[in-house]
């Protein structure tokens, strides 16, 4: 199986749990302490992934086009949704070719996206963090799915399906005047109104850091700034509409009555970016089983090379 079917096959069974019939869960809108609460399973049925805004600076789109019916049949997979798939054209998964002409880019970074579209046209696997198994990085972890929210009074924990990755939000906490760069890099937060805000800066820059699957760059400059609201079922479904211009997805339970999970980001780093820009994330309920994609299981890429796994030099004991 490549890896590109197995990441799409992954997302059709997260999707799957998100839109599984059953008991419908309703989040809790607010905690005790009055902040709202985020906690639990949220669920982000497509790949690859950012929802671009519908003007101003956003994230790449893929060049390349393809019919979501031709590349589901070019998948074999077949379409988990009522009726036939729409007709519009969407990003090919199976050529990931970012739009290098993207005004955020500065030169470096726009021929760093060419050249890595160029090798994907021509059929040669491009690597980055998610196959290569190498730890994401913020924002490309925003990727991988589905997410599950711990939310405590002084930390917010957010785990993410693919290959178990953890990020830790310090709340009400500064930044230390000296970050040294972590994959994740430091990360705090704090609520304003209805809204969860997170800051994190000091990502380090690993062999294979991207913010995205199109290979765009990023330097140790990168600085993101998250929110987080509950939305309703309508502001959920402009994001979905945003959405479905770019990627295939998977479409909620019609008879859930809750809440949903917007997440809106911004990038900013001045090393790769001629200006900060925006995206957002939409996210419904998962219902079903948390499922487990361990990346070093399955070595195999699409280039038919194993992943560049990482390896220590020493054992750890």
């Known amino acids: 199986m490549t890896l590109r079917r197995r990441d799409f ?5 997260l ?5 599984a019939s059953g008991q419908v869960l309703t989040p809790t809108v607010a905690r005790a302490d009055g902040n709202p609460d985020f906690s639990g399973t949220w669920v982000h049925g497509s790949i690859p992934g950012f929802e671009p805004l519908a003007s101003g600076p956003t994230s790449l789109v893929n060049r390349s ?9 070019d998948l074999a997979v077949d379409w988990p949704g009522p009726g036939e798939p729409p007709s519009e054209n969407v990003g090919n998964l199976l050529e990931l070719v970012g739009d290098y002409t993207n005004p955020i880019l500065q030169p470096w970074a726009a021929e760093v996206v060419k050249k890595l579209g160029e090798k994907s046209l021509a059929g040669v696997g491009v690597p980055n ?66 809204a969860l805000v997170v800051d994190t800066v000091g990502i380090k820059v690993g062999p294979f850091a991207a913010v995205d699957w199109y290979g765009t760059p990023h330097t140790e400059a990168l600085h993101i700034v998250e929110r987080y609201r509950l939305i309703d079922d309508e502001a959920a479904k402009e994001g979905w509409a945003r959405d479905a211009k770019e990627n295939w997805r998977a479409q909620p339970a ?24 925006t995206a957002t994330m939409t996210y419904g309920r998962g219902r079903g089983d948390w499922a487990e994609a361990v990346c070093a299981e399955n070595i195999m890429w699409y280039s038919g090379q194993d992943a560049a796994v990482p390896r220590a030099n020493k054992p750890d004991f």
Request: charged content about 15%; some cysteine.
């Open 129 to 194: 963090p998610r196959n290569q198994c190498w730890p994401s990085g913020v924002p490309f972890v925003f990727t991988g799915g589905a997410i599950q929210i711990l939310q405590q009074p002084d930390k917010i924990v957010i785990l993410y399906t693919y290959d178990h990755q953890v990020r830790h939000v310090r709340l009400n906490q500064s930044h230390p005047d000296h970050v040294t760069p972590t994959w994740f890099g430091d990360s705090v937060g704090h609520f304003e109104g209805d």
């Open 65 to 73: 086009r393809r019919p979501l019916a031709r590349l589901l049949q």
């Open 9 to 13: 096959l992954l997302v059709v069974t």
């Open 254 to 277: 019609p008879s859930y009555r809750g809440k949903y999970l917007q997440l809106q980001f911004t990038v900013d780093d001045a090393g790769a970016f001629t200006t900060p820009w």
């Open 15 to 19: 999707a799957a749990s998100a839109a």
